[in-house]
């Protein structure tokens, strides 16, 4: 078995992918390698093109393309991919949003380095490692949050239906979710309809009070 790692980190400040690799150099006795990117599609024709990556780190917010639409492209594109949200929010919405859509973890850019390196080696080595190496840190890859019957609710929903969602909480109208998603106008109404109805909300802006 290899002794090395492969990351791959998606952030479009040089700065902060230099001060991860600096930090995080080895984990578990295992070396780490490094792979940057510093835009989605960067990101995806790499991850492609080394075919070897064992997780990736893909902020949210990049020059070509903001919020969880760069998540969910990803992992369109590489499905078996692990990949981590690498962000500076901590909105329980967005976090509980990210691993209904796919992502095996979720690490906060102001989080500790300790729990960090914690997070990063539960997501590099999810069965543990060999025994002479020490266990593998049991924390969890996503922060705990207090049980929510809304944000229970939330994670069951399908990946469309959590894409119309974060369109609505964004503002756009119908017409417009119709637009981005190539929707026709009537099944987008009938998506909304359907997401008041799961969430047990009244109407459209009472859905989007339940999340400010």
């Not at 790499?46 to 949210?60: E, Q």
């Not at 969602?165 to 359907?194: F, M, R």
């Amino acid at each position: 078995m290899s002794d090395s790692r492969k990351i791959l980190l998606v952030d479009d400040h040089e700065l902060v992918r230099f001060g991860v690799k600096t930090m995080y150099g080895e984990l578990m006795g295992y070396t780490v390698e490094w792979i940057e990117a510093g835009t989605l599609q960067e990101a995806i024709d790499t991850y492609a093109a080394h075919g070897d990556i064992n997780a990736v780190l893909l902020d949210l917010n990049l020059a070509d393309c903001k919020g969880l639409q760069g998540l969910r492209m990803f992992l369109q594109a590489h499905p078996k991919a692990r990949v981590a949200v690498f962000s500076g929010t901590q909105d329980e919405f967005v976090i509980r949003q990210a691993r209904a859509l796919g992502a095996v973890g979720y690490v906060g850019k102001g989080t500790m380095m300790t729990q960090m390196r914690d997070t990063l080696t539960a997501l590099l080595f999810p069965n543990g490692v060999a025994e002479a190496r020490g266990p593998a840190p049991s924390s969890a890859l996503f922060p705990r949050f207090p049980s929510s019957a809304m944000y229970d609710r939330v994670a069951e929903l399908g990946p469309r239906h959590l894409e119309i969602l974060e369109l609505v909480l964004s503002g756009c109208t119908n017409q417009e979710i119709s637009n981005s998603t190539n929707l026709s106008l009537g099944t987008v109404k009938n998506y909304v309809s359907s997401l008041l109805l799961a969430l047990d909300v009244r109407s459209r802006s009472h859905l989007i009070s339940l999340f400010r």
